[in-house]
């Protein structure tokens, strides 16, 4: 069954870069035709695709997001990455990382999904 983890910095200061990481177990992140997304929800609010990359490596970003946004994959450690860029405190969200045959996933019960990170941005 696979697993996912997400792990990265708890607080970040306005302006610097969050880099977040999501550790998988049970499959291969370049095999099998899926999409790894990351997914932030602020508090109360619902779930906002920031995008993914592919078992092929391509990768797709959410338009809003698509220029302070960059994911890759480490797949010698199975792991898909996320950096953004500029976080104002508008970026204190929970950061989950998910699998999915589809590429834009905003709902819990779709998928397989990380118990999500909370990261906030204060000074």
């Known amino acids: 069954q696979v697993q996912l983890q997400e792990s990265g910095p708890g607080l970040v200061k306005p302006s610097q870069t969050l880099s977040l990481t999501c550790t998988v177990s049970?499959?291969?992140?370049?095999?099998?035709?899926?999409?790894w997304s990351w997914i932030r929800q602020p508090p109360g609010k619902g779930l906002e695709w920031m995008g993914a990359v592919a078992t092929s490596g391509d990768t797709y970003y959410s338009p809003a997001l698509k220029s302070r946004t960059s994911i890759s994959r480490d797949t010698t450690k199975n792991q898909p990455t996320l950096q953004l860029n500029s976080v104002t405190p508008e970026g204190t969200d929970v950061y989950y990382c998910?699998?999915?045959?589809?590429?834009?996933?905003?709902?819990?019960?779709?998928?397989?999904w990380g118990q999500g990170t909370q990261v906030t941005v204060s000074s």
């Open positions: 998910a699998r999915d045959r589809k590429l834009e996933v905003r709902d819990k019960s779709e998928g397989n």
């Open positions: 049970g499959d291969s992140i370049a095999a099998n035709y899926y999409y």
